[in-house]
């Protein structure tokens, strides 16, 4: 404080000292140097200086590109956060009305990737009625709650991909519950204590112990699971070694990676393993170090589900992955984003449904394509209403007509808030909607000649049977 | 509190402990663990408020749980708890 009176009284002198001439420099030069200091936090705050406004690409039915620039306090779930890495093409808006309604489930094949939080545990149900688990989470993380409500009595086979306390934990009271016909593992040993309470478990329950290598079938009914990994174990390497398992029913495969990591990926790739499905459980819930882009398009899915919990310790999913998957096409659904997800599967394609409704954006599909890939990602999403973005006159300017074109669930009511800078627009044509036979809904109106120049927000929302999807849409008056 | 605990795993830079007889999942910086400590390696640690003040590799504690451990796994091997 001392020096600054001290630097302050010496200014006072020195410029009462100047003549006129002086006196006028010494501003001059006093300006100056606020000038400099104030402009670095203006350049700091400057809305360029924030992270780059992400691009997204939307490219369907129609043959035009609409660029949207999208800020990133618009509702992204997934990716907005991302700074260095690309955006997923592919990702989620808000949660709307949660469910947890799996009464009305049919199918032969039932997959449920059960929300755990951190950790993983699938079951699958085989067309017989048979129950298979992989994994069973950490301890008391209501695996056994989630198959008790599934009606599950017995286990007619239990996979550990691999023996860490997020895979294994929860299998100890699945083996106190549930009587167990058989345990596969990859013969792996650990040395913690919640790995010997899951021995002892085995050893009580008195399932039959099985150890598997790459080439090796498990039967769970008429549903099989050919072991592709591990080929042989790379000692120090858990996730690496895990049991990596392909399941086909009819046209649908899934393959489930354990925690397996980009040196099993391309160990997997050189041994010229079959890897092509359709849904991808991606290895260990979705870190940076697996689901490689050569993985990705070795598998080439149609859908990818990572398991993990929410807020997590480790930063699962990673956005570099979200990235990978986003960039190659894939519907990314996460049990921390959408709960349970359970996949029925009838032998022709298959639908998911999931515990929380979560919109999927997938602004790669094209509705009019009828490639097998696009159909397959259309049954997916059957179960799941969504909405995409067809085309939308964006930036315009103020006094044009404004057109906004989206695709969703035919049927489904449509309605549509346009958020200006004075609140929601009152312009004539901005009224509900049904969306055509097609799944079209459009719109067109005003933008009035006195608006607020700037980026805005579209708010639309579909509903069909009782489920409802919003999507947030940037839109840029210019 | 001093107590034992058990690496569970890494996960990037941070490492999973499991801590004393309850096995309670502690996740640390991997920096606050001894730089040779592997997944699977017994510790003698020294824990206050989910935090560790030290940590030493506990090497006979190791070399006992995986005796014992592979015992176990060898008997479910053979199939000796289904006779």
Not at chain 1, 137 to 143: K, L
Not at chain 1, 360 to 368: A, F, I, K
Not at chain 1, 432 to 453: E, F, L
Request: proline share 4%; net charge negative.
């Amino acid at each position: 404080m001392q020096i600054i009176k001290r630097f302050l009284s010496w200014c006072i002198g020195t410029f009462q000292k100047q003549g006129f001439v002086g006196k006028a420099v010494l501003v001059f030069v006093s300006l100056l140097v606020l000038c400099c200091l104030c402009s670095v936090p203006i350049v700091i705050l400057s809305p360029k200086a924030t992270p780059t406004p992400i691009r997204v690409e939307i490219p369907i039915t129609t043959k035009e590109v609409v660029n949207a620039t999208i800020l990133p306090q618009v509702t992204l779930i997934l990716g907005a956060q991302t700074t260095s890495t690309p955006i997923p093409t592919n990702f989620y808006t808000e949660t709307i009305e949660p469910t947890s309604n799996f009464t009305s489930v049919s199918g032969n094949v039932q997959v449920s990737f059960i929300d755990v939080g951190q950790g993983d545990a699938i079951l699958i149900r085989s067309p017989e009625g048979l129950y298979g688990l992989i994994d069973g989470g950490e301890a008391d993380s209501g695996v056994i709650q989630y198959l008790k409500s599934q009606g599950v009595q017995n286990l007619d086979l239990v996979v550990a991909t691999h023996p860490h306390s997020d895979h294994i934990g929860g299998l100890v009271a699945v083996f106190q519950t549930f009587p167990t016909a058989r345990v596969v593992t990859n013969g792996e040993m650990h040395t913690t204590a919640v790995y010997e309470n899951y021995l002892d478990a085995i050893a009580v329950s008195k399932a039959e112990y099985i150890e598997v290598v790459r080439g090796n079938v498990i039967k769970l009914g008429s549903l099989t699971f050919t072991v592709l990994n591990p080929g042989r174990i790379v000692e120090g390497d858990l996730n690496r070694n895990s049991v990596v398992l392909r399941m086909t029913y009819g046209n649908t495969t899934f393959l489930f990676m354990g925690d397996a990591n980009n040196d099993t990926e391309a160990e997997m790739i050189a041994a010229d393993l079959p890897l092509k499905a359709d849904i991808l459980k991606v290895g260990h819930h979705g870190s940076s170090t697996s689901t490689s882009a050569a993985f990705l398009a070795a598998v080439d899915p149609t859908a990818a589900v990572y398991s993990a919990g929410k807020g997590n310790s480790y930063g699962h999913p990673s956005p570099d992955t979200l990235a990978r998957l986003g960039n190659a096409g894939v519907n990314v659904l996460g049990t921390d984003i959408h709960g349970t997800i359970v996949f029925l599967v009838d032998g022709t394609g298959y639908s998911i449904q999931t515990a929380r409704q979560v919109l999927m954006l997938t602004p790669t599909v094209t509705p009019t394509t009828n490639s097998t890939a696009i159909s397959a990602t259309q049954t997916a999403t059957s179960e799941v209403i969504s909405i995409s973005v067809v085309s939308l006159t964006s930036p315009i300017s103020p006094g044009s007509m404004a057109q906004l074109t989206i695709h969703t669930a035919p049927g489904a009511a449509c309605s549509i808030t346009v958020y200006l800078k004075s609140g929601a627009s009152q312009a004539a044509g901005l009224g509900p909607q049904t969306a055509d036979a097609s799944g079209q809904a459009i719109w067109m109106w005003k933008v009035g000649s006195n608006t607020t120049r700037g980026i805005w927000k579209i708010v639309v929302q579909a509903t069909l049977g009782g489920k409802t999807a919003t999507l947030s849409i940037p839109f840029e008056v210019k | 509190m001093k107590t034992k605990a058990v690496i569970d795993r890494f996960e990037g830079d941070k490492a999973v402990l499991l801590v004393g007889e309850e096995q309670d999942r502690l996740v640390v910086l991997r920096s606050f663990l001894p730089k040779i400590a592997k997944e699977g390696d017994w510790l003698q640690v020294d824990v206050e408020d989910d935090r560790v003040l030290s940590a030493v590799i506990d090497a006979n504690e190791t070399a006992a749980a995986k005796s014992r451990i592979a015992d176990k796994l060898a008997r479910l091997k053979r199939g000796e708890h289904r006779e």
